[in-house]
């Protein structure tokens, strides 16, 4: 089975909350079983391995059970968040989806079918295989959004090694690669997924008091709503160990109030990029700017003042754009270093 590392993780903490959402405690046991009844579902409704599914919603239990379920079955990925509809329609008809997977905030399901004729060419390299894949969106604000696939195989494979975790909060949203990232991360290590639907600053200081949370990905936009907004003054964030920062440009002016009001919290940028996962890194100091990436799995390289990654969990390539590897397989991220 593609998850075995993952179910052993959870046979040997099922006892322990997997996952806290809208007031519910779900073990690893339920989420287990959860995941085993959605094999069979899937199964019934005829879909079968190769296949494009996109799944849309957040967080909740049966959209994590539903992904690891369609894992196992070998199908094409696309997720897709229920906060942003408009956008939706646009990533169904570049990737080709089949079938809608629609998970409501009251974690109801339901299925829907569509006459795609699409079969892009990239994906024929995972069906030969059998290998799940995954197709992640660039944010469209240059223009379409540009659709990265990747096989799902090579991205679990780093959460085999077990680390630390936080009593995290699930932060970013269910179609970025860096919620996902944090969900597989948690799961991995049997922590526990903090999620919530609204993620306006009052109700995440809230949730940070109420479940002592320790670690907060977030991004600079978020910190520059909570900043505004004053949030953090009307709560008990002490539990707090460490913010990590990424997704976009972090303002210096930002990155220094967020010290001056979280002193003894750590302050990590990440680095990551849809087109080949996220780096490990380490920042220079806490109210720096500057960071250092690399880690198990990535090579680095200058070229002209400018970045270039390989990286053994890069993409397969962009569904509707050039590929934008090199030659001999190096990514040109065009970031000045």
């Not at 239990?61 to 408009?86: G, M, R, W, Y």
């Not at 090694?161 to 990232?181: K, V």
């Amino acid at each position: 089975m593609l998850l075995d590392a993952f179910y052993k993780v959870f046979t040997n903490v099922k006892s322990e909350t997997a996952l806290v959402y809208k007031g519910l405690d779900i073990t690893y046991k339920s989420l287990l079983e959860t995941i085993n009844n959605w094999q069979l579902e899937i199964v019934r409704q005829g879909l079968k391995s190769g296949q494009v599914v996109a799944l849309n919603g957040d967080f909740t239990p049966n959209t994590i059970a539903l992904l690891f379920a369609l894992i196992e079955n070998a199908n094409i990925i696309v997720p897709l968040a229920n906060q942003q509809p408009s956008s939706n329609q646009k990533k169904i008809e570049i990737s080709g989806v089949a079938t809608i997977i629609s998970v409501n905030e009251n974690d109801d399901v339901s299925f829907e079918r569509l006459n795609s004729s699409s079969v892009p060419t990239l994906y024929e390299k995972l069906r030969s295989q059998c290998h799940p894949g995954l197709v992640l969106f660039t944010s469209g604000t240059s223009g379409e959004p540009k659709a990265a696939v990747h096989d799902f195989v090579k991205l679990l494979e780093k959460f085999k090694r077990r680390t630390l975790t936080f009593r995290t909060l699930n932060f970013l949203l269910f179609d970025h690669w860096g919620g996902l990232n944090t969900m597989f991360h948690t799961l991995s290590n049997g922590g526990t997924v903090f999620a919530l639907k609204d993620r306006s600053p009052h109700t995440v200081c809230a949730y940070i008091e109420k479940h002592k949370i320790e670690l907060l990905p977030a991004s600079p936009t978020f910190f520059n709503l909570l900043l505004i907004s004053e949030a953090y003054l009307s709560y008990d964030l002490s539990s707090l160990k460490l913010i990590t920062y990424g997704t976009e440009p972090m303002p210096i002016s930002t990155l220094e109030r967020i010290k001056e009001i979280f002193p003894s919290v750590k302050l990590q940028q990440t680095y990551g990029l849809i087109e080949l996962g996220v780096l490990r890194s380490k920042s220079k100091s806490d109210d720096s700017l500057w960071v250092k990436v690399g880690g198990e799995g990535y090579e680095t390289r200058i070229v002209d003042g400018l970045l270039e990654i390989k990286a053994e969990s890069a993409m397969l390539g962009y569904l509707n754009a050039p590929s934008p590897f090199t030659d001999d397989g190096w990514f040109k991220t065009y970031d000045m270093v």
